[in-house]
């Protein structure tokens, strides 16, 4: 497990910050430039490991990627004449999965090796294999990639009744149709707000889409789309995890740029429930705490799983995001009452309950798939080893800030591939958290 930190908890965090763009958007917008010859600008781009691997992965493509400007890429995939992604890199996260859509639109053929990324459960490719299955796309397994291949002629147009709402499945269905010629109706599609900055991308490079923030979307392809500029909004879970960072240590915290209502709304109808008060500021948001962290389980209208047991369970967007869901761990934690924690969607989403009462949490774990968090208490620090889960960690982290003890958490480094200045960003709000050698 790589990178040690030693943080000194108790203090109370209090400044502005200004959230990291949605990472989830980039994994899906960068690869699709490779539908157009034209170059694609990207703006306000962070340094994350999975984006530095995917523009490594379009230069092995034969993409030409100009970095020259702090924060901005210039993608011009003209000379792209590779199908198979590298397998080193391809295996190492699941971000290579999203090659598939563009180059089957580009060349008819995609070969992806079986991807990696946070151990969150089976997490299998089936939703994909079975978009691409319905789109006439046929694939087989040679020697640990994934082969796709396109039907040499598309029928006028497809009516696509995805099997779940997967947001990565989603989005490479949604490259494929639109650098095809053909006209598509995918219904049951993921709406999560970097889904739609995708479809606005896709739109302004010449794809005709309709139905944007809707579970059905239209796309009549075209084989000559043209180039774009995109820039991200901001990433809504490093916005839900600054709001449990300003609640759980009674700070204030003004995240720049975050009231953007299609985004943070849903979010905010939960942390208001657990007594957290969210100013809009123009642009901003401005979290602290309304007084003791308290859920009112009988005139709020949370819902109940028991009387005086309220409950929080991800859903497809717009419902409450499953990656925000360990930071609610420890909110919950420090929150009056009880709350039923469920993850449906991994199988092992919720097994970093584990380290959170090994530093003092009161989590009943019923099974799998749910946990009843008793609260308040407090954290007691000790050595924690983090999971290889990107989210796990960030909740153990800020676990970690809550009291006046010492935690000590081994490898804290996961979190840099999706958040690369997290630790510099919450010492600027006043914690306190020294880097310790391995």
């Given amino acids: 497990m790589n990178g040690v930190l030693r943080i000194t908890g108790g203090r109370k965090l209090e400044g502005s910050v200004t959230p990291i763009p ?10 699709a430039a490779i539908l157009t010859n034209e170059t694609v600008t990207y703006k306000n781009v962070p340094g994350t490991s999975d984006v530095a691997k995917i523009l490594q992965i379009l230069k092995l493509l034969g993409a030409e990627v100009d970095q020259s400007v702090t924060g901005e890429i210039k993608i011009n995939c003209a000379k792209v004449n590779r199908y198979k992604i590298d397998e080193v890199l391809g295996c190492q996260f699941r971000g290579s999965l999203m090659f598939a859509g563009p180059l089957l ?41 994934v082969k796709f291949t396109a039907p040499i002629k598309l029928p006028k147009s497809y009516d696509i009744w995805q099997l779940e709402a997967s947001v990565t499945a989603t989005e490479n269905l949604f490259m494929y149709a639109a650098g095809s010629g053909a006209d598509f109706v995918i219904i049951d599609a993921a709406c999560e707000p970097h889904v739609n900055e995708l479809l606005r991308m896709l739109q302004t490079m010449g794809a005709e889409v309709g139905g944007i923030g809707s579970n ?107 990656d925000a869901i360990p930071v609610m761990a420890v909110l919950a934690s420090k929150t009056k009452g009880r709350l039923l924690l469920k993850n449906w969607m991994y199988e092992s989403g919720l097994e970093f309950v584990r380290e959170l009462n090994a530093m003092g949490a009161d989590i009943f774990v019923s099974d799998p798939e749910r946990v009843i968090v008793t609260g308040p208490v407090k954290f007691k620090g000790g050595v924690i080893v983090s999971p290889s889960v990107i989210q796990a960690c960030k909740a153990i982290f800020i676990a970690a800030l809550c009291d006046p003890v010492v935690t000590e958490i081994h490898g804290v480094d996961i979190l840099r591939r999706r958040y690369p200045n997290v630790f510099e960003t919450y010492t600027r709000l006043g914690a306190i958290i020294e880097r310790v050698d391995d």
């Fill in 22 to 31: 949605n990472k989830n958007s980039l994994v899906a917008v960068l690869p």
């Fill in 105 to 145: 639109a580009r060349f008819g053929v995609a070969e992806i090796p079986l991807p990696g990324g946070c151990d969150l459960g089976m997490r299998s490719i089936a939703a994909h294999l079975d978009s691409f299955k319905k789109a006439g796309v046929e694939f087989k397994y040679v020697d640990g990639f």
């Fill in 216 to 322: 059905k979307v239209t796309i009549h392809g075209n084989k000559e789309l043209k180039g774009a500029t995109y820039e991200p909004g901001p990433d809504f879970v490093d916005v839900a995890g600054l709001m449990v960072a300003a609640a759980v240590t009674d700070g204030r915290i003004r995240i720049k740029n975050a009231n953007v209502p299609e985004v943070v709304n849903g979010m905010i109808n939960w942390f208001e429930l657990f007594n957290v008060k969210i100013e809009r500021d123009g642009t901003d948001l401005v979290v602290s705490r309304n007084g003791e962290l308290v859920i009112d389980t009988v005139n709020s209208g949370v819902p109940l799983a028991a009387p005086g047991l309220p409950k929080l369970y991800p859903r497809p967007w717009p419902g409450f995001p499953v």
